[in-house]
C-alpha cells in the first residue's frame, strides 16, 4: 500500500504540470528575457519592475511597494524557517499528550488493540503536534498560509497557475526516487563493501569506519548524484555508529560533518550537486571544468575536515569501540533486516543499474519513474533478498522538496538584488550565509539570471552555495534526506543549532580550500564563451 501511494505521488507530481497545460490558460507574462514565460501574475519578473535609482534598500522598498505579496511570502518563509528551531517543543508536547492518552485508555479500559483486526485508539492532539514537528513537513504546513495570501494579494486562480505552470517538481520526485533505490539492501551492502577496503587500512577499527563513510560517501555523490550519497552514508553511520549512542557533541560533529562533505562532494562532475546543476549549461562549465576548479578543492576540504574532526573527537571514538567492537565480534544480528547473509552479485548488478538508470535519465521524470516501476517489481521477485522497502523517509523529504520549491520561487525578489549589490569578492561570503536560509541551488539559479555576471562572480557564487550548504536543513536539497535518517538518534530530533554548531568549522575550512587554493585550466576557454569581454581573467574567489 505504502508503494502505491508513492506510484500515485510521483505520478502526480510529474503528470500534474502536463495536464494542465491543456487547460489553455495565457500566460500573464507571455515574452520575458530568457525566452521564457510565467503564467502567474506573481512572483514578479525582475526585468517588470520598474526601474529604480539608488542602492540595494530602494530596490528592495520599490518592489516590496509594487507587490506587497513579496513581504508576505518572506515573512511567512521566515515563520517557517524559525518553526523548525521549534520543532523539539512540539515533540515534546506530543509525548505529553501521547502519555496523557495512555493513561486515560488504562482508566478506562479500553481493549480496542487486543482483538486480531482491533486498532488501538490514538491522540489526535498527539499526532497533531508530532506533525508540527516534523522537520521534513514544516515547509509543506507553511504552503497552506502561503496560498492564503497568494489568493488575498493575487487569486485563486494565480496561486494554481504558480504551481501547475511556473514551479517544477521534477527535483522531489527524483530524491524520492533514488533514496528509494540507495537504500536497498543490494545497494547498501555494495557500498558497505565498499568502504570496508578502506576501513581494512585501519584495520576496520570503528574510527577506521568512521573515516571511510565520511569521506568516500560524500566523494561517490559526484557520480551517483548527492541525494544517492546522502542515504547511503546516512544509513551507513546509523549502522556503524549512530545505533551505539554517540555522545551529542559528537553526533551533531558527525552529522554537521556529513552534511558538508555531501555539498562540497558533489562538485567534482558537472551533474551531481543541485547548485551546480542549475548553471552548468549556462556557463558552460564542463565536468573537467569543475574538477579543476572545484572538485579537487572539495576533495581536499572532504579530508581535511574529516581528518580534523577525527582528532578533535578521538576519544569519544574509541569510548565506543568496545560497544561496537562487539558488533563485529559475531554477535548475532538483532533482527532479520540486519542479517549479514551475502546477495547474489547478480541481484546488486541490477539494483546498481536502476540507480545508473535513475541518475543517467534525472531530468526525464517519465523515464525514471518508469523505470521505479520495474524497479519495484524487481524487489518483489527477489524479496528474500531484500529487506522491507520503507518509504516514509522518502517521501517526507520529498514533500519537503516539494514544499522548499513553493517558497524559494517567492524569494527571488530581495536575493537577486542582494546578489547583484554584492561586490565580487564579498560574493562568495554572501552567498554562503544566504544559503542557510534557502536552497542553495536557488542561490545559483538566481545568479544565473543576473545579466553580465563576470567570471570572479560565477566562481564566488557557486563556491559559497555548496560551502553553506551544511549549515542547515534546508541549505542542500540532500540534507533533509540525511536528517530523516539519523533524526531518531537525537533526543527530541535533530536541533538546528546543533547542527549549525557541528557544521561551522568544516564550512570554514572548505572556504578557505575554494578562496586559497589554485584553479586548474581545463574547460577555460569553453566557460569564457558567456563572460563579459572587459573581465574575463578569473581567479579564486576572495
Known amino acids: ?46 526585468e517588470k519592475y520598474p526601474p529604480v535609482e539608488g542602492g540595494l534598500m530602494e530596490v528592495l522598498k520599490s518592489r516590496a511597494k509594487t507587490d506587497p505579496f513579496n513581504v508576505a ?46 486498532v488501538g485508539e490514538v491522540s489526535f492532539l498527539a499526532t497533531l503536534f508530532h506533525f508540527l514537528g516534523e522537520v521534513e513537513a514544516v515547509f ?10 497568494a489568493i488575498h494579494f493575487h487569486s485563486w486562480l494565480d496561486f494554481g497557475l504558480y504551481l501547475s505552470y511556473d514551479r517544477e517538481f521534477v527535483e522531489p520526485v527524483f530524491v524520492v526516487i533514488i533514496m528509494a533505490i540507495a537504500a536497498s539492501r543490494p545497494v547498501l551492502r555494495f557500498a558497505e563493501g565498499l568502504m570496508s577496503m578502506a576501513a581494512k587500512l585501519g584495520k576496520r577499527s570503528p574510527s577506521a569506519w568512521w573515516l571511510s563513510v565520511l569521506i568516500i560517501a560524500p566523494l561517490l555523490g559526484s557520480f551517483i548524484t548527492e541525494p544517492a550519497a546522502m542515504t547511503i552514508g546516512a544509513l551507513l553511520l546509523a549502522k556503524k555508529f549512530y545505533r551505539f549512542n554517540p555522545p551529542a557533541r559528537l553526533a551533531y560533529g558527525t552529522l554537521g560533518l556529513l552534511f558538508v562533505n555531501v555539498s562540497v562532494g558533489g562538485t567534482l562532475t558537472n551533474f551531481a550537486a543541485p547548485p551546480v546543476l542549475m548553471v552548468a549549461a549556462k556557463w558552460n562549465w564542463s565536468t573537467p571544468f569543475m574538477f579543476e576548479h572545484f572538485g579537487w578543492k572539495a576533495a ?37 533486516e540486519e542479517r549479514e547473509t551475502p546477495v547474489p552479485s547478480w541481484v546488486t548488478a541490477v539494483h546498481l543499474a536502476f540507480l545508473a538508470w535513475t541518475v543517467l535519465t534525472a531530468h526525464f521524470p517519465v523515464l525514471f519513474v518508469g523505470g521505479f516501476m520495474f524497479f519495484l517489481a524487481f524487489t518483489t521477485a527477489t524479496r528474500h533478498h531484500q529487506n522491507e522497502m520503507s518509504l516514509r523517509s522518502p517521501i517526507l523529504v520529498g514533500f519537503f522538496l516539494a514544499a522548499l ?67 542547515t536543513v534546508i541549505a542542500n536539497a540532500p540534507n533533509p534526506a540525511g536528517q530523516s535518517i539519523l533524526s531518531r538518534f537525537f533526543h527530541n530530533g535533530v536541533s538546528p543549532l546543533g547542527l549549525f554548531l557541528g557544521a561551522l568549522v568544516p564550512t570554514i575550512i572548505a572556504y578557505l580550500c575554494f578562496t586559497f587554493l589554485p584553479n586548474g585550466h581545463a574547460g577555460e576557454k569553453e566557460a569564457l564563451k558567456n563572460a563579459p569581454p572587459a573581465k574575463e581573467q578569473h581567479q579564486s574567489p576572495h
Open 1 to 46: 500500500m505504502c508503494r502505491f501511494f508513492l506510484i500515485l505521488f510521483s505520478l502526480f507530481c510529474v503528470v500534474a504540470p502536463a495536464s494542465s497545460l491543456a487547460s489553455g490558460y495565457e500566460p500573464h507574462f507571455p515574452e520575458l528575457s530568457g525566452g521564457g514565460s510565467q503564467f502567474a501574475s506573481f512572483p514578479i519578473p525582475a
Open 140 to 149: 509543506g504546513l507553511w504552503v497552506i498560509v502561503l496560498a492564503a495570501a
Open 405 to 471: 520549491v513553493i517558497h524559494g520561487g517567492c524569494q527571488s525578489w530581495w536575493i537577486a538584488p542582494v546578489i547583484k549589490a554584492m561586490s565580487d569578492q564579498t560574493l562568495m561570503l554572501g552567498a554562503t550565509i544566504l544559503t542557510a536560509f534557502n536552497d542553495n541551488a536557488a542561490i545559483t539559479y538566481l545568479a544565473a539570471q543576473v545579466p553580465d555576471i563576470t567570471m570572479t562572480a560565477k566562481f564566488a557564487v557557486v563556491a559559497g552555495a555548496v560551502t553553506g550548504g551544511g549549515l
Open 300 to 336: 581536499m576540504s572532504v579530508v581535511m575536515s574529516s581528518c580534523l574532526y577525527f582528532l578533535v573527537f578521538r576519544k569519544d571514538l574509541r569510548r565506543l569501540a568496545d560497544l561496537m567492537d562487539g558488533r563485529e565480534d559475531g554477535i548475532a544480528p538483532s533482527s532479520w
Open 73 to 118: 511570502a518572506t515573512v511567512i518563509f521566515a515563520l517557517a524557517v524559525l518553526h523548525t528551531f521549534a520543532a523539539g517543543f512540539f515533540i515534546k508536547l506530543a509525548h505529553k499528550y501521547e502519555h496523557l492518552h495512555e493513561e486515560a485508555l488504562k482508566q478506562r479500559g479500553a481493549r480496542d488493540a487486543e482483538h486480531p483486526d482491533g
